[in-house]
């Protein structure tokens, strides 16, 4: 398409950068063909101007839409260049925290210099098993790739990892070590992957270094080769190492270390063992102090000693070995030491007594003259002489280092053999990983020889790695038929020419360091001369002639001539190695064995001064000599280079290139120089190119349709998609050359697919604008429409509010009217009041006054009349008030002198201190006694008033008598003038009564005061005591409700404390559970592995231990829990009993050993000591012997005479019997009109059923005779023929003499007590002869009652004939059984238990026969009715009833009831193999769960239990149980991988764990059992500790359904939950790069969420089908939920393509389906949906807003089943799917995780998929009742007997 398309207004370029290599830009106006250059805006606002070459016309590279950055895989992105590629390297490591990216077929490792959580052993378990384009970029994705395509292309395979020092190529290499170790594990027992591993510390030690650029840089190159057998499991290693940099150990620069080795021996010379050593701080060495950097900051030297030395123990090598190595490294340390001082100018000295010379040579084993010699002189040979000549100072010092490095290197060689033999095994390699770890290209200021072999090596590299990436272009091109066109790549063969080919840089260094006199400077001219003119890759200096140029695939690099020559000869002394030679310490020796040995099966060996010498074998005749031709470094490592090529080239090589992103060791800091000269060295950009150059974009048409699904119409969507998408494709794109069709995928040119999200965004955004113009228009109207409705409303109510108010103003102005009419009237008719009220007024005053004067007239009279009265009566009124006043002051005295002295009692009580202590105390009281105290006084006031109330009436009264008095004295008036001069007198006392009235009157006003003011002091004391009392009430309640509050909080807390402390026992139970169940796991494991291994040496032949063993988790019982593998070959019938030892060591067994022999001793002895006891009891037991025998014969002979009796007697009875019916057929015969007949045929035919069944009974009780008989007999057998061996056996067992004579005196007791039972036998079986005899005699007597009752039968009604008859029988048949019973009442208690049994068998029967005798009474009465309307029907035939005998009469007959069972099974000991067969290992688990109960096969076990526990038999409990064991373990271990199988056998275990608990006889199950199933429970044995076993094995089978599970859903979840799209349309797909993933789209094949609840369905009918507890299935179910959630929440943790809108949207719809079917299956509350809980919050993180702190708030409240890790992981990982959704920026992360800092939770990442929660069995006890259980004939068990 045409530029203009593209660089239009708003478009994104990037153009270069001197600080940040490239910038990005924005366009501000379209770009048109001519212009000369661009107008720019930068992202900080600035515009800027950007002119384009005018020679080349280019264009800045274009940006990718930001929907494509942050991809896994640099290939996914549409334009393919520098800029893009550093780009989204920058933003993924720097954003997103991620490290690893994928460049095609290169994983692109980023060093982060901080230490991640992601190397774990679940995120290897995560990307076990996964397509590598499945889940995020991973160095585990890229060795699962390896080792995936290993198995199964049956290829050889090779991961590459390179990249500059410090970038982490060794920490790379160490984990996809780790990788392979942990999911290949090995096939032997000497543990190769931990070896492996084992040896990444010990070269770490040995082979690097600090530098500048890296604290740990490994200083040599390595290839480690795993081997694996056929079944891909690691069975050895071979490393191969390169080019030692031996110079470190001479020198170092600032900042930099020798070696580790050295530091951790310094470190660690305090120790006792390095004493020897003589080794002091790493200051003190010259070796160790030339960086001035001793030191590595967070590194324990001493602890890395320790860990270097555990695994040189690990490898095999020795402590001698290693103190031996630990010696040479302190020797050179010490040889580094030596001082050499100068003589003169061409010669040196060693001063003597040298110290460390001295530490030198005792530490190897040589002498001090013959070092400090050949130290300063050299040794010169010549044709016929030889000389010796000394050395100057320098060439002395150069010749200690060479030496030093010599040692060095060949130490270094022998460790590297040693690690190799170590990892060597003597399995066959099927296969092998190559690991390569070696140097990056490297530039430095002074480059030299080292750094010519290493970017030699990397131009190799280089070219191998072109051509694998071109070779996969192109089959990539001829798979889909796409037309393949060459492509130009980078080819750098010339480079390499140059350097190897023939007069290349290498020859003639080889050829100048052949020369006698050849020197570095002529070396340069030889190389000026013949490549400066002829090779453009080659170059010259400008300023320097002893250094050249070479243009690598990288870049130009600058060589230094200097120490070519001397680094490619590599020379030592000849006489130091001599010396050497000649140590006394043997390890030297070994070090310079002239033989050299090869370190690796392809015959190499590590070269003094390279990686790999090839092994050299001597030619014939060829003396060895200084003159030997030796060859060089560079030839050396040219051929070792050239077989890692071959090596290379035979493999599928997988590329790891590691990247530094900054020079100063900062945590995720990106330096953009440093890592675009990374990249272009390391073949990135190369990849990039070569995939840009073809068609780099590519999509499935299902993808392509997916996506661009929005740019289709629907007319152009048609059935067949490769043709939908061919149209659309021609009709968008003009240009065919930008795009290709292949066969499954359409190929676009770079750009294009940045072109279609153009066009897609373009036409979202139009749909959006679309959209939001309808939305809009929608709101708008809403708004208009309720603006309008809101406007009506309110003019509604205005106009209303107008009319109300018009209403309200006509209202009041008619009020107003009416008003002032009534006001007017009002103001007239108060004028006209006011004139009549004058008038009335006036009118009043006149005739008042006139009314005054004539009442005054009349008042006058009237009052003259009255002041007469008055007179009159005041006179008698005087007389009586002197009285009366008197009176009352005789009482007032009288009341005031008591209540004066009543005043002083209260004023000196209140003044008292006990009275206010008293008033304090009782303050209530108080306030009630003062209350009564008014109350009395008011009672006293009420009665002064009634006595002031009566002198009233008195005074009245008084009144009367005086003016009757007064009358009298009118009377005697003229007596009172006569006495007149009394009148005086009697004033004067009339006067002094007054007086005294009013003292009196005084003195009651005062006391009135005083009542008043007491009254009013004590309301005021009761107020205030009662104020007193309301705050002291108030007090109270405020601390009743302090007390209860403090309660209630106390309360409440020790509720909390309880609560959590219930918790945590919980907690603490489930995590014992668990550990409980994982040490089962891992029993079980070890069992397997054992079997295994068992296996395996049967298969090989290897005979194994003849000590048997007994399971570590069968600790008691003694051989109750050996595992016998006589059931392992049932198909052969075979019962070889072999004791299966599984998970003991070695150590145990032979303690167990000698354990046994000291106890064989000892019985042995025992043995020998009670010789002479047990003759004499086997003498005494003898003679017992005869006499039993004796009495059971005599006993036999009774019990034959009996039989024969009882036969003879049945027999005749028989007879009578007969002869009985034949005379009442015969009668029926002749009598043929009797009534009746035909009923009494059918009495005849029921007498017969009722003999029958008499006979019947009697043999039974014959047969148990007869049975028990037999049982006594071979039990006495059993006890004379085992009891002295079991008594010999227990006699073993006692310690001392004591115990033996015990046991003896306890043997002659049980001799007389057998004795006693002899002879009560024997007197029982005298009275049973009695009891026969009579009842011979009472058979007799039923004969003949049996004759009457015929008799009488006969004469009998049909009705009451049948019923007698019937009646009578069962009397005879209840008697004999009675009788029976009764006869033998000294038998055993094994015989009465039996009979008794019977017997209520036979009551039950009687009772079932009577029910039936009624319901043929009913019958025959209805015959009887039928026959009498026949016989009423006939009359007119003459027939008589005799003459329908041939009618159809249907027998009546009593049917005969089925045994009573017990519920117990018998079988014969040798049927127990057939039993455990038929019934376990060849049972097929879905017929029986179908047509079966559930649980048939433990019902059948445990009924077969329960008859060896009744008869006692402990040897068939023992052997049952164990064969059940053992044969459930077998079918698991053969079919553990079938969910029905597994779950029958889960079920039955628990049913069998569940009866063995309900029939225990503990009254803690006895209680859930009916009482018929309480008689079932076991009597003679405790199997509590069998329980335990069988617990534990539930437990196992309980696991392996749960791993079962797991491998059935494992590969329906990821696809299930996350990659299929549940809803249709919501996310889109994005490119993929080169590793596609599994497309989401729903493909024939892939699974579904319906798949994933289909299988959720088919377990849960499964278990439900077999009869599984509830409460195990939820716990099941709980397990499968935690599954599901934990893998897709681990999988969307490592899969950035899944972390987006739409995909949470889709993860919380699968989840409420998963709740759904919860809900369905009545399974939500008992905790399986709270397991999905971190999945739902992962979902709802990836949905919620991602921008203020309120969204961090909510985020943090939100995710409480998600740690801060997972959190922010999602954050970082979070992708838009479209160019609408934002990114989550770096800060709001920072927010989040700021804010979750103080959680404290486990810093995982991802959840534990392996985990399992500890099970129980809750009891589950069983109503179905044992004796009803049918045993069908399908399981072929009819060798089992119902008891």
Not at 585 to 601: R, T
Not at 1060 to 1087: A, F, G, I, P, V
Not at 1718 to 1730: I, N, P, Q
Request: aromatic share 8%; proline share 3%.
């Amino acid at each position: 398409m045409a530029a203009s398309e593209l660089y239009t207004k708003r478009a994104r370029v990037w153009i270069p950068d001197a600080e940040e290599v490239w910038k990005s830009a924005e366009l501000n106006k379209d770009y048109k063909n001519g212009d000369a250059s661009l107008q720019l805006m930068l992202e900080d606002g600035t515009n800027i101007e950007h002119k384009l070459d005018p020679k080349t016309k280019n264009l800045p590279y274009l940006r990718n839409p930001d929907i494509l950055v942050g991809e896994n895989d640099l290939t996914a992105l549409s334009y393919l260049h520098e800029p893009a590629v550093l780009h989204n390297l920058k933003v993924r490591f720097m954003d997103s925290k991620l490290i690893y990216t994928y460049c095609g077929i290169v994983l692109v490792a980023i060093n982060p210099y901080e230490t991640l959580g992601i190397y774990g052993s679940d995120i290897i378990n995560a990307y076990s098993g996964q397509n590598m384009g499945d889940m995020d970029p991973h160095i585990f994705a890229v060795a699962e790739e390896a080792y995936k395509q290993m198995a199964r292309d049956e290829r050889n395979q090779s991961i590459i990892v390179s990249g500059e020092s410090g970038a982490g190529k060794t920490v790379s290499a160490k984990y996809a070590m780790r990788y392979f170790a942990t999911v290949s594990g090995s096939t032997s027992e000497a543990n190769v992957e931990q070896k492996v591993l084992a040896s990444n510390p010990i070269m770490e030690a040995i082979g690097n270094a600090k530098t500048t650029r890296n604290d740990n840089s490994s200083r040599f190159g390595k290839y480690i080769e795993i081997g694996f057998d056929t079944r891909y499991r690691i069975i050895g290693a071979n490393m191969r190492t390169y080019l030692l940099e031996k110079s470190r150990v001479v020198f170092q620069a600032d900042e930099e270390r020798n070696y580790h080795i050295f530091y951790q021996l310094c470190a660690s010379s305090h120790l006792p063992e390095f004493k020897m050593l003589k080794l002091s701080s790493a200051n003190d060495f010259l070796y160790t102090r030339q960086g001035r950097s001793p030191v590595i900051d967070g590194v324990d030297d001493t602890k890395e000693l320790s860990s270097t030395r555990k695994a040189f123990t690990l490898l095999g090598i020795n402590e001698s070995n290693q103190m031996g190595l630990f010696q040479v490294l302190a020797a050179i340390l010490h040889l580094g030491n030596v001082e050499i001082k100068d003589r003169d100018s061409d010669s040196s000295i060693i001063p003597p007594n040298n110290g460390h010379l001295t530490a030198f040579c005792d530490l190897v084993g040589v002498t001090y003259q013959d070092m400090s010699q050949w130290l300063c002189h050299r040794k010169l040979k010549t044709a016929t002489e030889t000389y010796i000549k000394t050395l100057p100072r320098l060439q002395a010092t150069n010749a200690r280092d060479a030496l030093s490095k010599h040692i060095y290197a060949k130490l270094f060689n022998w460790i590297v053999e040693h690690v190799n033999k170590a990892l060597i095994t003597n399995f066959k390699q099927h296969s092998f990983i190559g690991v390569l770890d070696i140097y990056g290209f490297e530039t430095f200021e002074i480059n030299s020889f080292e750094q010519f072999c290493i970017n030699y090596a990397n131009e190799k590299l280089q070219q191998q790695f072109n051509m694998h990436v071109f070779k996969l272009e192109q089959e990539e091109y001829m798979k889909e038929q796409i037309p393949w066109t060459l492509i130009d790549f980078y080819d750098n063969q010339p480079c390499i020419n140059l350097i190897e080919a023939k007069m290349g840089i290498l020859d003639l260094l080889d050829e100048e360091c052949k020369m006698p006199k050849g020197s570095d400077d002529s070396w340069a001219q030889k190389l000026y001369n013949t490549h400066l003119k002829t090779c453009s890759l080659f170059e010259k200096p400008r300023m320097s002639n002893r250094a050249f140029i070479i243009q690598h695939f990288a870049d130009k690099v600058e060589y230094q001539c200097e120490g070519f020559l001397e680094k490619n000869k590599d020379t030592v002394n000849e006489e130091q190695i001599n010396v050497l030679k000649a140590s006394k310490f043997p390890l030297l020796v070994e070090l310079f064995h002239d033989g050299e040995k090869a370190i690796s099966p392809t015959g190499q060996v590590p070269g003094t001064g390279g990686r790999t010498r090839l092994s050299i074998k001597p030619e014939k005749g060829r003396e060895k000599s200084s003159k030997e031709h030796k060859k060089t470094v560079g030839c050396q490592f040219r051929n070792s280079l050239q077989m890692l090529m071959e090596t290379l080239n035979a493999t599928t090589p997988h590329y790891v290139r590691c990247i530094k992103p900054n020079d100063f060791k900062l945590a995720f800091s990106f330096d953009p120089k440093r890592a675009v000269q990374q990249l272009r060295a390391c073949g990135v950009l190369e990849t990039i190119r070569i995939s840009a150059a073809g068609f780099p974009s590519r999509w499935t048409y299902q993808e392509f349709f997916s996506r661009y699904r929005v740019l289709m119409k629907q007319k152009d969507v048609l059935p067949d998609r490769r043709l939908t998408c061919r149209n659309v494709l021609e009709h968008l794109v003009q240009d065919q050359d930008k795009y290709q069709f292949g066969k499954t995928k359409i190929f676009f040119r770079a750009g294009q697919v940045a072109y279609l999200e153009k066009l897609r965004a373009e036409k979202l955004r139009a749909a959006c604008i679309r959209i939001q113009k309808t939305i809009r228009c929608w709101l708008a109207r809403k708004k208009y429409l309720r603006k309008r409705s809101a406007a009506i409303t309110i003019q509604r109510f205005t106009r209303g509010h107008q009319a109300r108010r018009l209403a309200k103003f006509m209202r009041r102005t008619q009020a107003a009217t009416t008003i002032q009419k009534y006001q007017r009237m009002c103001v007239e008719k108060k004028r006209y009041r006011q004139k009549q009220a004058a008038a009335l007024v006036m009118q009043t005053i006149l005739r008042a006054y006139m009314a005054r004067q004539k009442y005054r007239a009349l008042l006058r009279e009237s009052k003259v009349v009255i002041i007469q009265k008055r007179v009159r009566g005041w006179l008698a009124r005087c007389w009586y008030k002197r009285c009366l006043v008197s009176l009352v002051y005789l009482q007032c005295c009288f009341r005031r002198m008591k209540a004066r002295r009543e005043l002083k009692k209260l004023k000196i009580e209140a003044r008292s201190v006990e009275h206010f202590k008293k008033l304090n105390k009782g303050m209530e009281n108080k306030i009630m006694q003062l209350q009564r105290k008014l109350d009395e006084q008011n009672k006293e006031n009420r009665l002064v008033n009634e006595r002031l109330a009566g002198l009233e009436n008195t005074y009245t009264t008084e009144s009367e008598r005086m003016r009757g008095e007064l009358s009298r004295l009118r009377g005697a008036e003229e007596d009172a003038k006569n006495k007149g001069h009394q009148v005086t007198s009697l004033l004067e006392e009339l006067e002094k009564l007054r007086k005294e009235l009013s003292s009196t009157q005084k003195e009651k006003k005062t006391i009135e005061d005083w009542a008043q003011n007491y009254r009013s002091e004590m309301e005021k004391m009761v107020s205030e005591l009662k104020d007193q009392n309301g705050s002291l009430k108030k007090e109270k309640d405020d601390l009743n409700r302090l007390i209860q509050e403090q309660s209630q909080q106390m309360t409440e807390k020790m509720a909390r404390a309880i609560l959590e402390e219930t918790q945590q026992l919980k907690t603490d139970l489930n995590e014992e559970r668990s550990r409980y169940q994982n040490l089962l796991t891992e029993h079980l494991r070890l069992e397997e592995k054992y079997d295994d291994l068992k296996e395996e040496m049967v298969s090989s032949n290897v005979p194994k231990a003849g000590h048997r063993r007994r399971d570590s988790t069968h600790s008691s019982n003694g051989s109750e829990y050996t595992y016998n593998s006589e059931y392992a070959e049932l198909e052969d019938g075979s019962r070889a009993a072999e004791d299966v030892t599984r998970g003991m060591d070695t150590s145990l067994t032979l303690k167990l050993q000698k354990r046994l022999t000291e106890l064989e001793q000892e019985k042995q002895s025992l043995r020998n000591e009670l010789e002479n006891k047990e003759d004499q009891f086997q003498r005494a037991r003898a003679r017992d012997d005869v006499e039993f025998k004796k009495a059971r014969g005599a006993e036999l002979e009774y019990e034959s005479l009996k039989r024969q009796e009882l036969e003879s007697e049945n027999k005749k009875l028989r007879h009578d019997l007969k002869e009985i019916r034949q005379s009442l057929v015969g009668n029926a015969a002749t009598g043929a009109g009797a009534p009746g007949s035909p009923a009494y045929k059918v009495v005849l035919e029921q007498l017969n059923a009722s003999c029958e069944e008499l006979e019947v009974r009697k043999e039974e009780v014959l047969i148990l005779r007869s049975q028990l008989v037999s049982q006594k007999e071979a039990m006495h057998h059993k006890e004379t023929m085992t009891e002295p061996s079991v008594y010999v056996e227990d006699v073993s067992k006692l310690k001392d003499a004591g115990e033996l004579k015990q046991a003896y005196v306890g043997l002659k007791d049980t001799n007389r007590l057998l004795e006693h039972q002899l002879q009560t036998q024997r007197r029982g079986y005298d009275s049973e002869v009695e009891s026969l005899r009579g009842e011979l005699q009472n058979v007799k007597e039923e004969n003949n009652r049996q004759q009457q009752l015929l008799a009488q039968n006969l004469q009998l009604p049909p009705e009451a004939r049948i019923e007698a008859s019937l009646q009578h029988e069962i009397t005879r048949l209840t008697n004999e059984n009675l009788e029976l019973l009764a006869e033998d009442p000294t038998a055993s208690r094994e015989a009465r238990v039996i009979i008794l049994r019977r017997m209520v068998d036979l009551m039950e029967q009687l009772e079932k026969q009577d029910r039936t005798i009624r319901k043929l009474k009913k019958q025959l009465k209805v015959y009887s009715k039928r026959i009498g309307e026949m016989g009423a029907g006939q009359t007119e035939g003459q027939t008589s009833p005799g003459q329908m005998v041939d009618e159809p009469i249907h027998p009546v007959n009593i049917p005969r009831r089925e045994k009573d069972f017990q519920g117990m099974l018998e079988y014969n000991k040798e049927d127990e193999l057939k039993l455990v067969k038929n019934l376990i290992l060849e049972l097929k688990p879905r017929g029986v769960a179908v047509n079966l109960i559930p649980g048939l096969p433990a019902y059948i076990l445990f009924m077969c239990l329960r008859h060896a526990d009744y008869v006692n038999d402990d040897q068939k409990v023992r052997t049952l149980l164990t064969s059940t064991i053992n044969s459930i373990k077998k079918i698991l271990k053969k079919r553990g991988d079938d969910f029905e199988t597994v779950s029958f056998w889960l079920s039955n275990t628990c049913r069998f764990l569940h009866c063995l608990k309900q029939y225990s006889g503990d009254e803690a199950f006895m209680k859930h059992n009916s009482p018929r199933q309480n008689e079932h429970c076991l009597s003679n044995f405790d199997l509590a500790e069998y329980r335990q076993v069988i617990s534990d094995l539930a437990i196992q089978i309980y696991q392996q359904l749960i791993k079962c599970m797991e491998n059935i859903l494992q590969p329906m979840i990821v696809s299930g939950m996350l990659e299929h799209e549940t809803i249709q349309g919501v996310s889109g797909v994005k490119p993929t790069g080169l590793r596609k993933r599994t497309s989401s789209i729903a493909d024939e094949g892939t699974y579904t969420l319906d798949s994933i609840l289909r299988q959720l369905s088919a377990f849960h009918s499964t278990m439900c089908q077999h009869g599984t507890d509830p409460e195990l299935i939820k716990q099941v179910v709980k397990q499968q939920f935690y599954i599901i959630g934990a893998v897709t929440l681990n999988n969307l943790l490592l899969r950035k393509d899944m972390c987006s809108w739409s995909k949470g949207m889709q993860i919380r719809y699968n989840v409420s389906q998963l709740e759904e079917w919860l809900r369905d299956k009545g399974l939500m509350t008992f905790g399986a949906k709270e397991t999905l809980e971190p999945l739902i919050q992962a979902a709802q993180l990836l949905q919620v807003k991602k921008k203020t702190d309120e969204d961090a708030d909510a985020i943090c409240s939100m995710c409480l089943g998600l740690t801060t890790a997972q959190i922010v992981k999602v954050l970082n990982l979070y992708t838009p799917v479209n160019e609408f959704e934002e990114r989550v920026s770096v800060s709001f992360i920072r927010t989040i995780q700021t804010r979750l800092r103080d959680r404290c939770e486990s810093p995982q990442l991802l959840m534990d998929t392996k985990m399992i929660y500890p099970v129980t069995f809750p009891f589950s006890p069983s109503s179905l009742a044992l004796e009803t259980i049918q045993i069908p004939s399908s399981l072929n068990l009819a060798f089992l007997t119902r008891v």
